[in-house]
């Protein structure tokens, strides 16, 4: 049976740039997930008999939101829901599966990095036929739907028993569980050469990933211990729980400092990583390096051709504005496109599904290629071990090795969490309102070239996307960038993003926070941070 069910519109409903992201108990105000699961079908054409992907981090309430997305779907017409075992899929593998069983879309159950738990956060993010995000255009139609909303369909079936392998019926639907990690590993297994991955681990070669509870846990454990030989113990927290496990599943140097002092001390494995909530981020730290995120894209796009699946080289490489300018040497040298887009891996779809990028990257820790239209946190890590057995060589000897050609970029973010929205956007306006002005003045002994609101133009579709982050750009390649992001869950959080490049290799080897200590002055002076904010200093530093 099939209910028609009378509701309101909610008016916090606007997707951010992954989705609709909110505390646990504003999604569990009544009718508030059925509004949104609704308003996003209401959004979309051609879907009747068609296959719809489901699957989530496994964080608190992703069971309860998977039954009700089930009953939503077979009441509005779909023919078939493919969903992970547990109510699981990890990201990069939900699109993997949108893509490889030709799904008509898919909805993901996830906050990305953001924490779990009865009083934490919970997200709903709905990826198109490509295995990507959903472009602006249809996050702009879900909104206005969320808005006018009357009513929603929900089919009256008996809960399905996600746990057990196999296909059931619900109502005129039908409901398949998958195995959430089988696709993945094959995919894996076609772009890394298997064999020389458990040479090295055969030869003693030792490694730690921390999967912090999140959903990377099975697929780690599966790929690395199982299938490559790595040691019995590698996998670190490698069950998904609700809370995952009472901590922040950001694999940053703030929420997985254990690792960071583990591959630092005098007994470290010869590699470390980490992985997030719903697993499309990574954490790169070889034996006495941590390698930022914005040199982790350079370095695997300048030897990705190391791997199988990327042998005959790039097409092209992209990157977020924010990330640093490390990728853009790379392509110079290869001889191929670099494309700088707004924050928000949907940018990237684009430019993949048009072939004119391979690999893509952002400074906030993701990293992907062609392979699906997600960041891909386990991809990352298999390509870093491709890279160490390909060249016989540490983490730490290819990164000075990358520095001397290529020259350092040295990189950080500072993150002011749960700011005041007003005081943010004041800092905002007021920083936009004297950008035209800021052009060959000088801050601490530091020349502004130029100033801007970054402004996108997709080469592509040719759509245009406005005020992506402010930008102060210093002779000699430095600069600061500052935005507000769209992934949190409480107030504000102020992104500002400080880089020095450096080509002279006799000074690769100073402390970053040093290195960027007269530019971080400057963005203080220019932006007046502290005084927006009344913080003295970051909530996270990465």
Known sequence: MIRTVATKPFDDQKPGTSGLRKKVPVFQQENYVENFVQSIFDSLEGFRGKTLVLGGDGRFYNREVAQKVIAIAAANGFGKVMVGQGGILSTPAASNVIRKYKAFGGIILSASHNPGGPHEDFGIKYNAEN?????????????????????????????????TIGTVKAGDMIVEVIDPVADYAELMEA??????????????????????HAVTGPYAKEILENRLGAAAGTCRNFKPLPDFGGHHPDPNLVHAKHLYDEMMGPDAPDFGAASDG??????????GIFVTPSDS???????????????DGLKGIARSMPTSGAADRVAEKLGVGIYETPTGWKFFGNLLDAGMATICGEESAGTGSNHVREKDGLWAVLLWLSILAARGEGAKEIVTKHWAEYGRNYYSRHDYEEVDSARANALVDELRAKLDSLAGTTVRGLKIAAADD???????????????????????????????????????TLRVYIERYEPDQSKHGLDTQEA??????????????????????PSVIT
């Open 454 to 492: 970054f402004s996108y133009h997709d080469p592509v579709d040719g759509s245009v996307s406005q005020k992506q982050g402010i930008r102060i750009l210093f002779e000699g390649g430095s600069r600061v960038v500052l935005r507000l992001s769209g992934t949190g869950t409480s107030g504000a």
């Open 297 to 311: 894209v350079a370095m695997l796009a300048a030897n990705a051709h190391l791997a199988p699946g990327y042998k």
């Open 516 to 537: 960027l200590a007269d530019l971080i002055a400057a963005a203080d002076e220019i932006a007046g941070i502290k005084r927006h904010t009344g913080r003295d200093e």
């Open 278 to 287: 719903d697993g499309d981020r990574n954490l790169i730290i070889g034996k």
């Open 131 to 163: 295995g990507g995000p959903a472009p602006e255009k249809l996050t702009d139609a879900i909104y206005a739907r969320t808005r006018a909303i009357a009513e929603y369909k929900i089919a009256d079936i008996t809960p399905i028993d996600l746990d």
């Open 191 to 212: 772009l890394f050469d298997f064999d020389a991955l458990r040479k090295l681990f055969k030869s003693g070669f030792r490694m730690r990933f921390d999967a912090m």
